[in-house]
């Protein structure tokens, strides 16, 4: 029998695993969750001598039950190929007494990677499992990462179309030449004036509006999601943290049943609730600990229970982080509160009415037992960098500094000498003029200059699949505000019948 989703919400709506891929948003903008985790278990004992893709095929198959086992293999085994420049998929590497979950090893050379070389596979083995003709086109914000590994996963997919939009103004140089010199007949890239929650709302209105939906379906189309409000986005995730504790019993720094904590660099909550999730399903974790930005809204909401986002919203150096709006916390939400749909409806409409909210005493306290959260300014963040490079000779993107920062807050503030996991979310090649200014000072040089002399100062050698993008062609040259996202979108599909 297939597991059941639901909503949020409304445990009303539900969906079997393959509906709610495919869905991507309940229809009431809720999230789809599995209503009980307990009845969702893995034991460390399973994942013994287990590679990568053992481990994300047996965690995948308990979630979405009603995918085969050829479905399965197929999903795994395409995703996590020759693609990733690590057999490992994700190494983790020691730098002094910490562990570093290196997972930028993939096509754009971030986190997302992991999840979006899956995802196409899973939406169309969903389509099939819905019986579904419909041609299908995601709709993806994103704060830097998510939008370039999205459209390589969806490229040139039959019978999906991918549209990404993403802030003109704050991502890194490097991210916005992934994105519009993006290859692939069935991409789209769109520019906002505007910040990511702006695009992530309208992106949500949209995914819920029923008469673009209507009309849509008329022609036979339906809209989806790559962003982490996809379950089949969250649930891939889950896996490196259960592969990272079977990397470190096997070499020894850990005994099986140990509980180890993970430092997570997060915006929009997904790769931490990913570990929230593995810890429920059997992974023996001790601490999340939380690594938040300038943007510091979920070290203030773990500390205080209070979520008010009527604050300065701040560009930083760590980009995929500067989020205001975090979806995936409403999942967490859902279980602190004991699954009870009702209150999650009316904490969502207090954010979307006074764009705050505060939760009840019994969340606050399972909050603090579960997390610990610090945040880290720029200053702060360049210090991280400079400070691991001069000390151990490695090299940190501003993502995994903030996390590396927050860390050492944590041993100050607990004493805590759990064997820890860094969560490391992005190449430094991604971000080289902050990093090359981190290690060796200022420079008035682009970031494409800089990530050449950044590896032949560091020796580190460039990524090959960001060697050259200056050269690569332009693509994609639209823009719109936010306010006219779905009159872009019409306009895009109208554009594509045409051709």
């Not at 040089?445 to 993008?469: C, F, H, Q, Y």
Request: hydrophobic share 35%.
């Amino acid at each position: 029998m297939a597991r059941s989703f639901e909503s949020t919400r409304d445990n009303n709506i539900k969906a079997t695993p393959s509906e709610a891929i495919v869905m991507g948003l309940s229809q009431d903008g809720g999230l789809f969750v599995p209503r009980d985790l307990s009845t969702i278990k893995l034991s460390t004992e399973d994942m013994k001598d287990a590679g990568f893709n053992q481990i994300a095929k047996q965690i995948i198959g308990l979630f979405f039950n009603d995918f085969s086992e050829e479905q399965l293999n197929e999903s795994v085994n395409g995703a996590y190929d020759e693609k990733f420049d690590s057999k490992e998929i994700v190494p983790v590497v020691k730098v002094g007494d910490t562990f570093i979950m290196e997972l930028f090893h993939g096509k754009t050379i971030a986190f997302k990677d992991i999840a979006l070389s899956i995802l196409p596979y899973l939406m169309k083995n969903a389509e099939k499992n819905c019986n579904s003709t419909e041609e299908i086109i995601i709709l993806t914000a994103t704060s830097g990462d998510t939008g370039k590994a999205a459209l390589e996963g969806f490229k040139d997919i039959e019978g999906i179309r991918i549209v990404v939009f993403y802030p003109e103004h704050g991502v890194s140089q490097v991210q916005r030449l992934q994105m519009i010199t993006q290859e692939g007949g069935n991409t789209h890239v769109v520019a906002i004036d505007g910040n990511f929650d702006d695009a992530q709302s309208a992106v949500k209105v949209i995914l819920n509006d029923e008469i673009m939906r209507a009309g849509l379906k008329a022609k036979n189309i339906k809209f989806s999601s790559a962003n982490s409000i996809n379950i089949g986005r969250l649930i891939p995730q889950i896996a490196y943290y259960f592969s990272t504790y079977e990397k470190l019993v096997r070499d020894g720094e850990i005994n099986r049943g140990d509980r180890i904590n993970f430092v997570v660099p997060t915006g929009n909550f997904g790769n931490i609730l990913a570990g929230y999730f593995a810890k429920q399903i059997g992974l023996p974790i001790n601490k999340l600990i939380c690594a938040a930005n300038e943007n510091n809204i979920l070290r203030d909401f773990i500390n205080t229970g209070i979520y008010d986002t009527n604050r300065p919203f701040i560009k930083t150096m760590s980009p995929s982080m500067d989020i205001l709006i975090s979806s995936n916390l409403e999942r967490l939400l859902y279980y602190l509160s004991d699954c009870d749909n009702d209150y999650i409806a009316g904490l969502m409409k207090d954010l979307a009415t006074g764009k705050k909210y505060e939760v009840k005493d019994s969340i606050k306290e399972k909050l603090k037992e579960e997390f610990w959260s610090s945040y880290c300014n720029e200053e702060e963040t360049m210090e991280a960098i400079r400070r691991v490079f001069q000390t151990y000779g490695y090299v940190m993107d501003t993502h995994t500094a903030v996390a590396y920062k927050t860390y050492e807050d944590y041993i100050r503030a607990t004493q805590d000498r759990t064997k820890t996991v860094v969560l490391s979310t992005a190449s430094p090649f991604k971000f080289p003029g902050s990093v090359y200014s981190a290690i060796y000072g200022p420079s008035d040089k682009d970031e494409l200059a800089l990530m050449e002399e950044l590896s032949e100062r560091t020796g580190l050698l460039i990524p090959e699949v960001v060697n050259g993008l200056g050269d690569k062609k332009v693509l994609h040259k639209r823009t719109c505000k936010p306010g006219t996202m779905a009159d872009e979108i019409m306009a895009i599909i109208s554009e594509d019948q045409n051709d």
